[in-house]
């Protein structure tokens, strides 16, 4: 009996949040203030729910979604959005795919491992928290995620090794996305803002190895 009506429960708190795709524990209290915080536990035991992190759930039917892995990279640790080689790829920038989802954010630096993937957050300035744009992609939700140019130079600011051309023609940047669809106008606006001549230094050497 208590099985049964546990299973019912579920099936009642599925219907409310399962749209959400990704929720927390404060989101579950304001729809039931008296919520068992316990149920949750058993549910992930039971595999009904994947744990996130800490106070972050979603449902198994996500797992296999890669842009709510993506989304959910923006939901768990915030403010945060998708950058360096996650976003990269996104944009067919580079050729091969990546497993670990790699994140800016204004907070400490941060690993999550969950059923869903890895997740890396790389800690930059509050006024270098720029240059990212809310994607639409699913069911009215949306993906912060850097531009093409930002996600760049966050990767040169964030990873200084790349200072030699040999180094640069390792990214394998594609070359038509870099002739036809970057932005080098922007690119050079939004390294300015960095003030940082060590990263100019870098911004010029990608452009001279890439003939942009």
């Known amino acids: ?65 890669l842009d709510y892995a993506r989304y959910f990279a923006n939901r768990i640790y915030k403010p945060s959005y998708i950058s360096l080689h996650t976003a990269l790829s996104f944009y067919d920038m580079i050729p091969e795919g990546v497993v670990q989802i790699t994140n800016v954010t204004t907070l400490k630096t941060a690993t999550f491992t969950n059923k869903i993937g890895q997740y890396s957050y790389k800690s930059i300035k509050e006024e270098l928290f720029f240059g990212y744009e809310a994607k639409p992609f699913s069911d009215g939700h949306t993906l912060l995620i850097a531009t093409p140019e930002k996600a760049l130079l966050d ?37 300015q803002q960095f003030k940082s001549i060590a990263l100019e230094e870098r911004v010029h050497l990608l452009i001279k190895t890439y003939n942009l």
């Open 155 to 191: 990767l040169l600011y964030l990873y200084p090794f790349y200072n030699n051309e040999m180094e640069m023609l390792e990214l394998r940047l594609d070359e038509d996305f870099m002739q036809d669809n970057f932005n080098k106008e922007l690119f050079l606006q939004y390294a």
């Open 1 to 65: 009996m208590l099985h049964y009506r546990n299973v019912m429960n579920f099936y009642q708190f599925k219907q409310q949040l399962f749209d959400l795709a990704c929720f927390n524990i404060n989101q579950v209290y304001a729809w039931q203030p008296n919520f068992n915080r316990n149920n949750l536990t058993f549910w992930v035991k039971k595999g009904y729910l994947i744990r996130l992190k800490q106070g972050y759930f979603t449902f198994p039917e996500y797992k296999n979604k």
